[in-house]
């Protein structure tokens, strides 16, 4: 119980807090306080009060103003006029009026009152003209000083029909009210109670309601009623607010919000709706349930079904990032899930653009817009009587089918971009990837090796391959000249110092020892008479015979003998036959050592006689032995032909089995003198042997680690060492994309064509299911409508309207008419549009309890405003920025002459922004950025606020030159610093020049001026009027009934507006004598950062900043404002160009590319002549390529985009398949085309011509439009 009332106090001093900044009793109240002043009032002296409310209030005829004679002069001009008597040498016309201003001043005072009051309407939604009748005379306390205060006060509007024409008055369709700022201070102060006039409005009621007060005052001494009639800026509205606060307070204390943010510090909303991330949409949201009739891109999508699950959230909407278009949608779904909505904002071209993108797509019927002066109450009425009568239309289509084909298709696109970007294995690479480095090395050889299980190997292993494979290739001479390498297959485990030269003893011995034995042999051979030996088995064979025959075995008489024993003694019988004996007797006194030779022997060396000695016959040689040979040196060949062999052995064991030198594979069949050269050139090569060696250890540790294929085939083919790495990377990549495509069958049964189809229909599906929304939405709600027949009986709340709407006069007041038809107007009407003030004026919280309160540019909405709505919903979105304009006190010093940004310290007031903020609300941010056509145009803000968060798109035509930000300076402008004159006129008188030039050369963009200061937006105006008048011809551009005229203002209005291009005036500068003073007006204050965040935010195509002053010439030691630090970066960035705003930046704007596969694409078409710019744009969002057209260097001729990361990283099929491509088609005129991996991979060169036949096809067409309006 305790606790109860702890948080109730808490609630009741919020109220009370709210409740002092809203009330207003103070002497600069124009309501209690009532002051001439020289521009902001007028006093009407003729005709009389009477006949001024007969005319205008009672028979609704408007009055006019008189024009001088002679005006020829600005409206806007300060200067007094010379003729002080004119007003009463005027002669006046019936229906015009004369007051206490002269005849200039008082269309000078008029058109300021204009201004003013459109400017409260546009921007705090509420009328604050008035003409007041009738002034009480009343002072505070006995003693002080008289005031005056205007009693009956008629809205009223004031007209103008062109340049030179009179100013008119006329009534404006609103309550005329009794001063309720004084109604309150008179009851509470003075027990008097001014009641409302309550017979019918005429001049004799008005004088007896006059009376009546006189009455009522008759005891305090000097009080009286004035007749008089005065014009000016009053605002009362903030009464009703208070009213609302007193009159529900019990409302307010149960609110759970409201107790949050009186201080409760736990979460009392009660939402357990679910708050999806961006990336879930699409796995969670069905489009059977999506009744979006607007584009979403996947940020704006996240808060429409935030607001769908019921949970109250802050929506963060940066400039130009379609907030207007969600809140458009988060309607529509809430319309669509029988929902009531109310829509808040105290700027009416808020609600304008939101109930009229309704209204595109047939749902403004269903809205009823009520800001505080745009309708009367027969305006409303007829509004709902149209609603009551409205027919249904045509049943609408089942969408079923399509929503599920939809799912299905959206379900398979994002499958296939998830797997094609899912990493796998032990590589932990994803296809693309693979596909990316595939990419680059595809062109190196192309060498089939076996790699194992390539599944199982992980970067590590990998790094490590490749680790290696680089050291091998290091030996890239061994490796070019590997199948000559004179140690080639050399195995031993070492090569020591004491190794290689044994080597070279052993090579260089038995060259020379075979060299002597060769010269030996040759010198038989010519001596019997035979071929001469070539061959080193030659060689032995001649050895063979003659150190175990003397030469005498080469006789003829040993012919027969020879053929005897090879072809007669080869059975036992030979014992037998005494020839036989004869003939071992004979070999035995020839033979050297006259030894018995066992016969297998002496076939052996008969065999090879008969061979030599058949190749000498064949030569034409007739053997004979002849030759003298002594023994000694018989002996010395044996010696030598044994030391041959074992140093041929020893040769042979250098090497490896599998892998002899070729000389030494074919044994004794070589070339007798190349092997003593081979020998002896190896026996001065031995230094080369520790390359070998390791270089053959370091491929063995290749074989270990399963890279010996490789090496193996790599070697076999001859393949460069400069082209290992990228050859195993060719072969490992292509192993891996094959297993990898085959593990799911989104990636396996991929096809192009196919895939660009399921896209074409996605997006029509996607298109179509938007269009068919709004039809669906309807139709349930007419279901809820009355019908509108004469069969079924009226409701008494129906019935009630139906006597409103045959009325001509005396009309139900809003307010009662509301309370008694709650249920019908929401079922006419679910959607409600009001100002704040409205909300507080018309809906009964007892009575109206609405699902979801949407708050639209809430930075500039104070709690105190905002608490009035949020009690009368369950779910609150608060939409806007917390970097743009917060509330401020200009608007209350907008009645008076006073307001002077260089003087006031005008304090920013909290929002209900900041405060949803502070209790930890939700935060969605939309993140797409739609409205600039240049991306210079908000890449400072984008930089500076938003942390580059924001998506932008990059342009196709950096040539074009009506569009981007312009640095134009005015070194001749002079800051005036005079009191009511600080402003700077040259500078102003040159933007003026810049609009009428921009609407000469371009009619058809709309034109915005916005001003750092009130004085300078004031002397603009009259600089444009001056031109107008010196420019007849010129007034024709200015036209004010399109819908978006032109427009000059300050800082302090502009939020909420856009234009095509924007003319910004920095007016400060330089004074008369060269003083430059740091005073930047509302910029220097805290939080003046922001005001300059929605300056330079506002234009579509263009920006021209008008300055006086270079940026150095604002000294930052000599202020500490942000807002000043940052005006004068963004002067650098209009100078100097975009890459000011990342002077500081440590990321590269000019990134080149965003995968390997990027890169490869670049290499292969930059090789064909295209000019390519990687990374397109300056935001999270880059183009991946650009062709450049080469006649134009500033224009691209396509947009190419391959399925990387990019394409990856887009949360939903809508972003990535349809959204992003047709607003870069459609608003900045891209032509885009796509290149999947997969396709370059299988064959480049057909896409290669793909790309070259898209560029052709943009060179033939006309250059397209760089952008399109809105």
């Known amino acids: 119980m305790e606790d109860n009332l702890l948080e109730r106090g808490k609630v009741q001093d919020k109220l009370q807090y709210w409740m002092a900044h809203l009330r207003d009793m103070g002497r600069r109240n124009r309501l209690l306080f009532f002051k001439d002043t020289r521009a902001s009032s007028i006093i009407i002296s003729e005709p009389n009060a009477l006949e001024i409310f007969d005319s205008l209030v009672v028979n609704g005829r408007s009055i006019y103003a008189p024009l001088s004679q002679n005006a020829r002069k600005s409206l806007f001009d300060e200067s007094e006029s010379d003729d002080e008597g004119d007003a009463t040498e005027y002669e006046k016309r019936d229906d015009e009026f004369l007051s206490n201003k002269t005849l200039e001043n008082v269309n000078q005072v008029l058109s300021n009152l204009r201004y003013k009051a459109r400017t409260v309407r546009e921007e705090q939604g509420f009328n604050a003209l008035y003409m007041g009748f009738g002034l009480l005379k009343w002072q505070e306390g006995t003693g002080s000083e008289f005031s005056e205060a205007p009693l009956v006060l008629v809205p009223i509007d004031i007209g103008r029909e062109g340049l030179g024409a009179r100013f008119s008055i006329e009534l404006l369709e609103e309550e005329i009210v009794i001063n309720p700022t004084l109604q309150t201070k008179l009851l509470k102060d003075f027990k008097i109670e001014l009641k409302e006039i309550e017979n019918g409005l005429t001049a004799e009621t008005l004088t007896d309601y006059w009376k009546q007060v006189e009455q009522l005052v008759q005891n305090y001494e000097g009080w009286e009623v004035l007749s008089k009639v005065v014009i000016g800026i009053f605002n009362f509205q903030t009464l009703m607010l208070i009213k609302d606060l007193e009159r529900n307070e019990e409302h307010y204390i149960r609110h759970p919000l409201i107790q949050m943010l009186s201080g409760r510090l736990d979460n009392l909303m009660n939402e357990t709706g679910d708050v999806l991330n961006a990336r879930d949409l699409d796995e969670k949201v069905s489009p059977l349930n999506v009744f979006q009739i607007l584009d979403a891109d996947s940020s704006q999508q996240e808060a429409i079904e935030a607001a769908k699950s019921g949970v109250s959230f802050v929506l963060q909407g940066p400039p130009g990032t379609g907030k207007s278009q969600t809140i458009a949608n988060i309607i529509a779904e809430s319309m669509a899930i029988g929902k009531k909505i109310l829509f808040v904002s105290q700027k009416s071209v808020a609600l304008d653009v939101v109930h009229n993108r309704l209204s595109q797509h047939g749902l403004g019927e269903f809205c009823l817009e009520i800001h505080s002066y745009k309708k009367n109450k027969k305006d409303v009425i007829q509004d709902l009587g149209k609603s009551l009568s409205a027919r249904k239309g045509e049943a609408v289509q089942n969408s079923t089918q399509k929503k599920n084909e939809l799912s299905r298709l959206r379900r398979e696109l994002n499958d296939f971009v998830k797997e094609l970007h899912t990493p796998r294995f032990g590589m932990k690479l994803s296809l693309f990837r693979v596909l990316g480095e595939l990419g680059k090395v595809y062109e190196s050889p192309n060498i089939k090796f076996s790699l194992g299980n390539i599944k199982t190997i992980n970067t590590e292993q990998y790094q490590k391959h490749l680790s290696l494979i680089r050291e091998i290739a290091s030996y890239d001479l061994l490796i070019s000249d590997f199948g000559d390498h004179p140690w080639k297959g050399f195995n031993r485990g070492s090569s020591t110092i004491q190794e290689r030269e044994e080597i070279s003893e052993k090579f260089e011995k038995i060259a020379r020892i075979l060299s002597s034995q060769i010269a030996a042999t040759q010198d038989i051979a010519k001596g019997i008479n035979i071929e001469s030996p070539e061959k080193l088995r030659q060689h032995f064979d001649i050895l063979r015979i003659v150190t175990v025959f003397k030469p005498l075995i080469f006789g003829d008489e040993?012919?027969?003998?020879?053929?005897?024993?090879?072809?007669?003694?080869?059975?036992?019988?030979?014992?037998?036959?005494?020839?036989?004996?004869?003939?071992?007797?004979?070999?035995?006194?020839?033979?050297?050592?006259?030894?018995?030779?066992?016969?297998?022997?002496?076939s052996r060396i008969l065999m090879v006689l008969r061979k030599t000695r058949e190749a000498a016959l064949s030569n034409n040689l007739l053997p004979n032995g002849d030759y003298d040979l002594s023994l000694e040196v018989v002996n010395k060949l044996k010696n030598n032909h044994k030391e041959i062999i074992r140093l041929y052995k020893f040769a042979v064991s250098l090497f490896a089995d599998d892998d002899q030198p070729e000389i030494l594979q074919a044994r004794f069949d070589v070339d007798a003198e190349g092997l003593v050269e081979w020998f002896s050139k190896l026996s001065t090569q031995t230094d080369q042997i520790i390359e070998w060696v390791n270089f053959r250890n370091i491929v063995q540790q290749g074989k270990d680690i399963g890279i010996g294929d490789f090496v193996n085939k790599a070697l076999e083919k001859g393949i460069p060492a400069n082209q290992w790495e990228n050859a195993y990377k060719r072969r490992f990549y292509v192993l891996l994309s094959d297993l990898i495509t085959q593990s799911h069958s989104a990636l396996s049964k991929f096809r192009s064509s196919a895939h660009s189809n399921a896209i074409d229909r996605f997006r029509q599906l996607d298109n179509e299911l938007r269009e068919i929304a709004s039809l669906e939405i309807r139709e349930k709600l007419y279901k809820i409508r009355p019908e509108a027949t004469w069969v079924q009986a009226d409701s008494a709340e129906t019935i009630i309207l139906r006597k409103e709407l045959n009325k001509q006069r005396r009309i139900k007041p809003l307010r009662r008419l509301f309370s008694e038809i709650p249920n019908l107007i929401l079922n006419l009407k679910p959607c409600l549009m009001m100002s704040p003030l409205t909300v507080s004026q018309l809906l009964d919280p007892e009575i109206y309890k609405f699902d979801i309160a949407i708050f639209d540019e809430a930075s500039q909405i104070p709690p105190e405003y905002a608490v009035g709505t949020i009690v009368r919903a369950k779910q609150v979105v608060i939409a806007g920025d917390r970097h743009q304009m917060p509330p401020t006190r200009f608007f209350h010093a907008i009645d008076t002459d006073e307001y002077d940004e260089d003087d006031y310290d005008v304090e920013d007031y909290e929002s209900i922004l900041n405060a949803c903020d502070a209790i930890s609300m939700p935060n969605k941010m939309l993140l797409w950025h739609y409205r600039s056509a240049d991306e210079s145009l908000i890449a400072f803000s984008n930089y500076n606020f938003y942390d580059n968060k924001l998506l932008t798109f990059p342009n196709s035509n950096g040539e074009d030159k009506s569009t981007g930000l312009e640095f134009v300076h005015v070194p001749d402008g002079i800051y005036r610093r005079g009191k009511g004159a600080r402003n700077n006129q040259i500078e102003a008188r040159k933007v003026a020049e810049l609009v009428f030039e921009t609407l000469v050369h371009s009619p058809k963009l709309s034109i915005g001026v916005v001003a750092f200061s009130q004085s300078q937006?004031?002397?603009?105006?009259?600089?444009?009027?001056?031109?107008?008048?010196?420019?007849?011809?010129?007034?024709?551009?200015?036209?004010?009934?399109?819908?978006?005229?032109?427009?000059?203002?300050?800082?302090?209005?502009?939020?909420?507006?856009?234009?095509?291009?924007?003319?910004?005036?920095?007016?400060?500068?330089?004074?008369?004598?060269?003083?430059?003073?740091?005073?930047?007006?509302?910029?220097?204050?805290?939080?003046?950062?922001?005001?300059?965040?929605?300056?330079?935010?506002?234009?579509?195509r263009a920006v021209k900043l008008v300055a006086s002053i270079e940026p150095e010439d604002i000294d930052l030691s000599r202020t500490q404002s942000l807002g000043a630090k940052l005006l004068k970066s963004y002067m650098k960035v209009a100078r100097d160009g975009m890459k000011e705003v990342y002077a500081d930046e440590t990321l590269n704007p000019n990134a080149e590319f965003d995968s390997p596969f990027e890169e490869a694409v670049y290499d292969s078409l930059s090789r064909r002549g295209i000019i390519l710019k990687p990374q397109v744009g300056v935001s999270q969002y880059r183009i991946d390529f650009g062709v450049v057209d080469p006649d134009q260097r500033g224009r691209y001729l396509l947009g190419i985009e391959c399925d990387g990361a990019t394409y990856h990283s887009s949360p939903t099929a809508r972003d990535r398949d349809r959204l992003r491509q047709q607003i870069l088609e459609n608003k900045f005129g891209w032509r885009i085309h796509r290149i999947w991996s997969r396709d370059w991979i299988d064959n480049p060169h057909a896409e290669i011509k793909k790309v070259i036949d898209a560029i052709n096809v943009s060179k033939k067409s006309s250059p397209r439009k760089s952008v399109k309006k809105n």
């Open 558 to 602: 040993f012919i027969d003998l020879t053929d005897r024993f090879l072809e007669k003694y080869d059975s036992i019988i030979r014992f037998l036959k005494p020839q036989y004996w004869k003939d071992i007797s004979l070999l035995t006194k020839i033979n050297w050592r006259e030894e018995k030779l066992h016969l297998d022997k002496i």
């Open 1017 to 1100: 937006r004031q002397i603009i105006e009259q600089e444009i009027d001056r031109l107008k008048r010196e420019k007849p011809n010129l007034y024709a551009l200015f036209d004010y009934n399109k819908e978006e005229q032109v427009f000059v203002k300050s800082l302090e209005t502009v939020q909420g507006d856009e234009r095509d291009v924007i003319i910004f005036s920095i007016g400060y500068g330089k004074d008369e004598i060269g003083k430059m003073s740091m005073n930047f007006g509302p910029l220097n204050r805290q939080g003046g950062e922001r005001r300059l965040n929605v300056a330079v935010t506002r234009a579509r």
